[in-house]
């Protein structure tokens, strides 16, 4: 708590429910702590500014990409540090709790594309949200790692649809400046009791190949 900013703690005062507060300062503060280890400064300093969507960002560190997801009783941060000489890299994650959900056939027939409703099982399937928020998750992924949140509409494009591989993401109308990928991440291997009595799905969205990037245990 003690290396939040007032801002942050104020945010975290207006979510409605105590345990939405309780994920909060504890997510926030874990990536204060970690963000300051590649920064080389006290967490407490670190300066957050903020797109024109609203994505943070760190002004006194432009190399540094992060990106904070969280679902559940889990949060996921992303971190990559571009070199001297590259250009920035562009990185997004996202995290879902795996649930039930009745409106996912309607939500898949909005915003996926024919190629990914094509890759979901049958709806009365067992595995159905569990494929469905594995798909979702690549697709947030993408607008995370752009900054633009679903500003980019959804159907725009396609995400790869064999959940095993990494891939590009193909565009159907504009295309952005950067060529992106995207991976899946196995996040309840990481998980220890009592949280792996839940499923997660996760995954991440780079302007870099994902196998470039080393992926770490969550910390306590």
């Given at each position: 708590m003690s290396v939040l900013s007032s801002e942050e703690r104020q945010r975290a005062q207006r979510l409605a429910f105590p345990h939405l507060r309780r994920h909060f300062?504890?997510?926030?503060?874990a990536m204060r702590r970690i963000l300051a280890e590649y920064a080389q400064c006290p967490p407490a300093a670190l300066r957050f500014a903020a797109s024109s969507y609203g994505k943070?960002?760190?002004?006194?560190?432009?190399?540094?990409?992060?990106?904070?997801?969280?679902?559940?009783?889990?949060?996921?941060?992303?971190?990559?540090?571009?070199?001297?000489?590259?250009?920035?890299?562009a990185l997004g994650v996202d995290i879902e709790?795996?649930?039930?959900?009745?409106?996912?056939p309607?939500?898949?027939?909005?915003?996926?594309?024919?190629?990914e409703q094509a890759s979901l099982p049958d709806p009365q399937a067992e595995d159905y949200s569990c494929q469905f928020m594995r798909l979702w998750t690549r697709k947030e992924a993408v607008t995370k790692c752009l900054g633009t949140g679903l500003r980019t509409p959804l159907s725009h494009f396609t995400v790869p649809?064999?959940?095993?591989?990494?891939?590009?993401?193909?565009?159907h109308r504009e295309t952005?400046?950067?060529?992106?990928?995207v991976r899946?991440?196995?996040?309840?291997s990481y998980l220890g009791a009592p949280l792996n009595k839940d499923v997660y799905a996760s995954s991440l969205c780079a302007s870099v190949p994902p196998e470039d990037i080393c992926f770490f245990p969550p910390r306590p």
């Open positions: 300062l504890a997510a926030h503060g943070p960002f760190l002004p006194d560190c432009p190399r540094l990409a992060f990106n904070l997801s969280h679902s559940g009783e889990v949060a996921l941060l992303g971190v990559a540090q571009g070199s001297g000489s590259g250009s920035p890299i709790l795996c649930r039930p959900g009745t409106d996912f309607s939500i898949s027939a909005r915003y996926f594309s024919a190629a649809c064999d959940l095993a591989k990494s891939a590009q993401v193909i565009w952005p400046s950067a060529t992106l990928f899946e991440l196995d996040i309840n």
